[in-house]
């Protein structure tokens, strides 16, 4: 009975993970929830035709052999699926964790040093407006932990598998190093915790962000509007509006190994950040045959067939040879 009981178990433990994993193309909090994916196929079978005038080749453009039967897009699929056990099985909780306490410490301070407030804030126009702090918050969270990714040289080696990636797809966003998770999760906590504690102290308990199927809805807006695009061979421009947000093509400069484009576009939706920092780089800077046109940019930590390429070349090495160059950076340091 013991065997059975234990095959049983082991049976449910696959069932779960299997649920969990395939739960990610169904849950909006994700960037690569089903329907980001369908609004991002829709919006580049658009640019594809008006680019081209024709409709013949959609298809084969938005699926292209050279990016989907590469190597690393079967890395940015383990990595995915390991991670998402990683992340459900032990580091959710512990990450929530951060927000929560500091949502509730922050909260209870305030609550003991100024009082409660007398008219707790309410209705839709507070309601928006948390929103779009959040929103904000979580951007600047964003901004100020990629950064630190990239100019502190530990953790820009975890941060590298990111960059590992010689093509990018919509999985893409999703490989990285549990490090790298942790570090974000950290920087996320700390900014948000407090923002939510101050939110709770105002509304009195009931002051909420507007959520569209529980996930902020300015954030849900953005990914179906295309930012799902920016990991992908889609070579997209917002015009105008690259001065304020991040498009696909300006996160795609930031995966270039062209050393022109180094240490650029470090936004995740707003590209203010950038700006105020003096290391946004717009797609109209990065010169194309023609104005506006795709130009052939590399990805990687280098040129291609370069020794990064198998230095990062198998899933076991993606997770374990940024262990050993971050200690390798720690003790040269020391």
């Known amino acids: 009975m013991n065997g059975v009981s234990g095959w049983a178990e082991r049976v449910a433990w696959v069932r779960a993970v299997a649920s969990g994993i395939a739960g990610q193309f169904m849950s909006p909090g994700v960037s690569i929830y089903w329907?980001?994916?369908?609004?991002?196929?829709?919006?580049?079978?658009?640019?594809?035709?008006?680019?081209?005038?024709?409709?013949?080749?959609?298809?084969?453009?938005?699926?292209?052999?050279?990016?989907?039967?590469?190597?690393?897009?079967?890395?940015?699929?383990?990595l995915f699926v390991i991670n998402t056990v990683l992340y459900s099985f032990w580091l959710l909780a512990p990450l929530a964790w951060i927000s929560t306490t500091l949502a509730q410490r922050t909260w209870l301070s305030l609550h003991e040093s100024v009082g409660p407030v007398a008219t707790p804030l309410s209705g839709p126009a507070a309601a928006v407006g948390l929103t779009l702090i959040v929103f904000v918050v979580a951007d600047l969270g964003f901004f100020f932990g990629h950064l630190a990714l990239h100019r502190i040289p530990a953790l820009w080696e975890f941060h590298k598998v990111h960059h590992s990636a010689p093509v990018l797809q919509p999985l893409t966003v999703l490989r990285r190093h549990p490090v790298s998770i942790v570090f974000d999760g950290v920087v996320s906590g700390l900014l948000l915790g407090p923002v939510y504690g101050?939110?709770?102290?105002?509304?009195?308990?009931?002051?909420?962000?507007?959520?569209?199927?529980?996930?902020?809805?300015?954030?849900?807006?953005?990914?179906?509007?295309?930012?799902?695009?920016?990991?992908?061979?889609?070579?997209?421009?917002?015009?105008?509006?690259?001065?304020?947000?991040?498009?696909?093509?300006?996160?795609?400069?930031?995966?270039?190994?062209?050393?022109?484009?180094?240490?650029?576009?470090f936004g995740n939706f707003l590209a203010v950040w950038d700006r105020l920092a003096g290391t946004l780089l717009a797609p109209k800077q990065v010169?194309?045959?023609?104005?506006?046109?795709?130009?052939?940019?590399?990805?990687?930590?280098?040129?291609?067939?370069?020794?990064?390429?198998?230095?990062?070349g198998s899933v076991w090495r993606l997770y374990c040879w940024p262990i050993w160059r971050a200690v390798r950076v720690l003790v040269r340091a020391r």
């Open 198 to 265: 101050v939110a709770g102290w105002l509304g009195g308990g009931g002051l909420e962000p507007l959520t569209i199927a529980g996930v902020n809805a300015v954030l849900v807006l953005g990914l179906t509007a295309g930012f799902s695009l920016q990991h992908s061979h889609v070579w997209l421009s917002f015009g105008p509006l690259d001065r304020w947000v991040i498009s696909p093509a300006t996160h795609q400069i930031h995966h270039s190994v062209d050393p022109a484009h180094h240490d650029r576009n």
């Open 35 to 78: 329907g980001y994916l369908a609004s991002a196929a829709v919006l580049a079978a658009l640019v594809y035709m008006l680019r081209r005038r024709a409709v013949r080749g959609v298809l084969a453009y938005l699926v292209p052999r050279t990016v989907w039967l590469r190597r690393s897009t079967a890395h940015d699929f383990a």
């Open 287 to 312: 010169a194309g045959p023609e104005r506006g046109s795709e130009p052939a940019l590399a990805f990687g930590l280098g040129e291609p067939g370069g020794a990064w390429e198998r230095e990062y």
